[in-house]
C-alpha cells in the first residue's frame, strides 16, 4: 500500500509539474505576445504621429492663391474694423435705397423734378421725337420713368438721375425692329490697350458720352406715347415718333453703334478686322 501510495503520489507530483511548466510556458509565451504587441503598437503611435506631424507641417508651408477671376474683385480681407463698417454701411445703403419707383412718389420731391426736366431737354435739344399724329394701322409704344440715385468712388450722392425709358418688351419683330445685334467691346482688347499706352507712355482719355443711345438714328417707324408729367395741353391725342433711338428699345444699341461707327469713319479711323470696336488712326 505504501508503495502504491508512494507511485500515486510521484505520478501527482510530476502531473502537477508538468501542469504548471506547461502554464508557466504558456504564461511567458502571453508575455512575450503582449510584449511584442505593445512593441507593435507604440511603433504604430509612432508613425502616426509621424504623419500627423508631416501633415501639418505641409499644411502650415501650403501656400493660399486666391482664384484668377477674383483679381478684379475688391474683397473685404485685411480690412479695419472702421472700414469693414464704412464698406457695409455703403452696401447697405446700396441695397436700401429711396428711389422712388412710381412717377406719382418722385413729382412730390424737387430733385426729381428737375431730373426729369434735365432729361426732356436733353431729349428736345437733341431732336428724338417729332409730336404727330398716329398714322392710321400703326400703334404706340409705352414709355416710362426710371429713377435712380448716382453715388461717386466716396459713396457720396453725385446726382439725381431720372431717364425716360421705352417698353421695349411690346415691341414686335419685323413691324417695330429688325436687326438688334451691337459689337460689345471685349475686357482682353481693353487691357491690350492698356497695356501699350503703359508700355509706351501713351495718354489715355475717357470720354462719357451723355445719353448716349439718344445719338442712334432709327431706320424703323417706331411711334411712343407722350410721357408723364410731360403731355402737351390740348394735344392729348398725339403720339411721339421717334427719330432717334431712346433707352428700352430692341434697336437701340445697335442704333448708337452705327452713329458712332459712321463718325470715326468718317474722320479717318479704320476698324480692326478682328475687334469690331477697335478703331485706330
Not at 56 to 69: G, K
Request: glycine content about 8%; hydrophobic content about 35%; some cysteine.
Amino acid at each position: 500500500m505504501w508503495g502504491d501510495d508512494e507511485l500515486h503520489s510521484d505520478d501527482s507530483t510530476e502531473e502537477n509539474i508538468r501542469e504548471n511548466g506547461e502554464n508557466g510556458f504558456a504564461e511567458d509565451v502571453e508575455d512575450d505576445s503582449d510584449g511584442a504587441n505593445n512593441e507593435h503598437n507604440e511603433g504604430n503611435g509612432d508613425r502616426n504621429e509621424a504623419t500627423v506631424s508631416s501633415q501639418e507641417h505641409m499644411i502650415q508651408r501650403r501656400e493660399r492663391r486666391r482664384p484668377s477671376w477674383m483679381g478684379e474683385f475688391v474683397t473685404g480681407e485685411g480690412l479695419s474694423e472702421e472700414e469693414e463698417v464704412d464698406t457695409a454701411a455703403y452696401i447697405v445703403q446700396d441695397v436700401i435705397s429711396d428711389d422712388p419707383i412710381l412717377f406719382e412718389e418722385a413729382v412730390k420731391h424737387e430733385k426729381w423734378r428737375k431730373a426729369m426736366d434735365s432729361e426732356i431737354n436733353s431729349i428736345e435739344k437733341n431732336q428724338t421725337w417729332e409730336l404727330m399724329d398716329l398714322p392710321v394701322g400703326n400703334r404706340t409704344i409705352g414709355v416710362k420713368w426710371i429713377y435712380k440715385t448716382k453715388l461717386n468712388e466716396l459713396g457720396e450722392v453725385d446726382k439725381y438721375k431720372a431717364r425716360l425709358v421705352a417698353k421695349g418688351y411690346s415691341q414686335q419683330y419685323g413691324i417695330d425692329f429688325s436687326e438688334v445685334f451691337a459689337p460689345v467691346a471685349r475686357m482682353d482688347t481693353v487691357r491690350l490697350i492698356m497695356a501699350l499706352a503703359a508700355c509706351k507712355g501713351w495718354d489715355i482719355f475717357q470720354l462719357d458720352v451723355k445719353s448716349a443711345f439718344l445719338h442712334g438714328e432709327l431706320s424703323e417707324d417706331v411711334y411712343v406715347e407722350q410721357p408723364k408729367g410731360y403731355v402737351k395741353k390740348g394735344k392729348e391725342h398725339k403720339v411721339y415718333k421717334l427719330h432717334k433711338a431712346l433707352y428700352g428699345l430692341r434697336q437701340a444699341p445697335r442704333a448708337w453703334f452705327s452713329r458712332i461707327e459712321a463718325h470715326f469713319t468718317q474722320e479717318g479711323f479704320q476698324k480692326c478686322p478682328s475687334e469690331q470696336t477697335l478703331f485706330i488712326k
